[in-house]
């Protein structure tokens, strides 16, 4: 996967001294669909950021003589079974979703692009047994094992996070260990080797910046798939334990029981899970476009 | 070809070791076993030691770990999967009418997601970059960022609401009552089809664009061939295999990886015995679980690729 310098205009805007402002608008001009996902996540980021002061009741606050309140002037989306805001939840949750979001897409896309590299770089059997490795990661389904290092580690955002980021690192270090391959045979790292560079320095200074398009790509991918499987771990009641305001764990439990008198309780979060995967997803075929001028449309 | 055929398989042993040596250990990482998970629950405190260590000798808990994996492993060449630690009954016997339940229940939903993302993804393909392209895009999207527990919520929740209605709860085989079986299982098959069929529409679309890009492509319009028949008998051919080979892979994950739809009808499929079995510390069962669903992945694998050879024969594997 190769970045042409079109894919670099593109991003970087009609010229090379464009400012940033430029390029945002020649982002959103040419890709009207990416720019909406980058609006959305925008969004969710400024209330994430500053969920103390747009909130208008503390997440955690119970107020029993408002249990179940319906959507009015009061609570805009109404109260849960405890007489919790749902929306100052929402808003909280918005932080638990990017926190762990991108902590897992970090953590697994930084492990996973350096055991692809590492793997691409030493070939022959160190590669062989790398692959092999990563291919029993690969014949478990994504849940079962975020499910297995759970019950390990035990719940709570960081063990979420971990539970979350181990999955990926297989994916993405069967991905960048394929464009790596390629990066191996470049001239310039022939010229590093002969140079005498240690292994570590031709790893991360030679080869890594030259893989950085597919695993940029993977990385807003996985953002999207943690905020999903962080909602389905949390709603197992195996992901973020209460009282933290997270979206799957507002889907949990009264919501379903009282779903059907208080259906606001189930609707609302999901909504807030959908419309952040949905921006993290737009966003991320743009960039991917972008980035990969082999998968462009045009 | 039998040559390939063979490594192949050969091939799938390896992989299926490592698989379960990682569950093995992973499972014995997990704090607790099987004999506490069961006293704690009833005052377990005050259970003496000396009663839960004879629990433990019964189960084979006190034997060194080589020697519970390799008792395992010579019951699974053997094809007996031995017992639960739970119930004392054997695991077969456990897993048979939940793994109907949820190969069901992924045949069901790779059918829907089939059916609608091929005609989906060529109608977009067709209409590059006109509102028909865009509707099915933000469809597919909008397909991939609902959860599919959230999705599952909402038709019950709607089907509550508008027909007073509300389907099965208690799960019926299909060869005992087909209509219970199917007024249940088609909403959890519904919710998690659109996340699969979005899946399959993206890249019907990507190929089929590529597809009609290519040069054969063009000689067939040349020759002033209808576009009907260009688009069944050339591209749709072409374009068509890493589509099924998506749905095929979705499709074994499908059979142990829908705990949370589950969970939100009520089915106790693989994916809840799963959760099951962790929490009950259920070392044999889970292992026994998770050994399938990962055989399960690699023969469709395997049968995806040799389909693959089959069915195009610009590609010989050696």
Known sequence: ?298 | MAYYILKRLLAMIPTLLGVAVLIFLLLRVVPGDVVEARYMGEGGQFQSQELMQIERKKLGLDKPLWTQFVTWMWGIVRLDFGLSMWTGAPISEEIKLRFALSLQLALMASTIATLLAIPLGILAALKQDTWVDYAVRIFSISGLAMPSFWLGILLILGMLIIFKWLPPMVFTPLWVNPWDNLAQLIWPALAVGYRYCAVGTRMMRSTMLEVLREDYIRTARAKGLWMKLILTRHALKNAILPVLTVISLEFAFLLGGLVVTEQVFNLNGLGMLFVEGIARRDYTLTQALVLLVATAFLVVNFAVDIAYAWLDPRIRYR
């Open chain 1, 1 to 298: 996967m190769t970045v042409t310098p079109h894919a670099i205009d593109e991003l970087a805007g009609a010229g090379p001294r464009a400012g940033w402002l430029a390029a945002v608008l020649n982002f959103a001009r040419r890709r009207p669909l990416g720019a909406l996902g980058a609006t959305v996540i925008l969004l969710m980021v400024v209330l994430a950021a500053s969920a103390d002061v747009i909130a208008p009741y503390d997440p955690l606050a119970t107020d029993y003589g408002a249990m179940l309140t319906a959507p009015g002037p009061g609570h805009w989306l109404g109260t849960d079974a405890f007489g919790r805001d749902v929306l100052s939840r929402m808003i909280y949750g918005s932080r638990t979703a990017l926190m762990v979001g991108l902590g897992a897409s970090l953590i697994g896309a930084t492990l996973g692009s350096l055991i692809g590299v590492a793997s691409a770089y030493f070939g022959g059997r160190v590669d062989l047994f790398v692959q092999r490795i990563m291919d029993v990661f690969f014949a478990f389904p994504v849940i079962i094992l975020a499910l297995a290092v759970v019950s390990i580690l035990g719940t709570g955002v960081g063990n979420v996070i971990l539970a979350i980021a181990t999955p990926m690192v297989p994916r993405c270090a069967r991905v960048v260990r394929s464009s790596a391959l390629s990066v191996r045979e470049m001239p310039y790292v022939d010229a590093a080797r002969a140079s005498g560079f240690g292994h570590r320095r031709i790893i991360l200074r030679h080869m890594l910046p030259n893989v950085m398009a597919p695993i940029l790509i993977l990385g807003t991918a996985f953002l999207g798939e943690a905020i999903l499987l962080e909602s389905s771990l949390s709603f197992l009641g195996l992901g973020v334990t209460e009282p933290t305001a997270a979206w799957g764990l507002m889907l949990r439990g009264a919501a379903v029981e009282f779903a059907e008198s208080a259906p606001w309780m189930a609707f609302f979060p999901g909504l807030a899970i959908s419309l952040a995967v949905f921006g993290f997803n737009l966003f991320g075929d743009s960039l991917r476009d972008a980035l990969d001028p082999r998968l462009r449309t045009q």
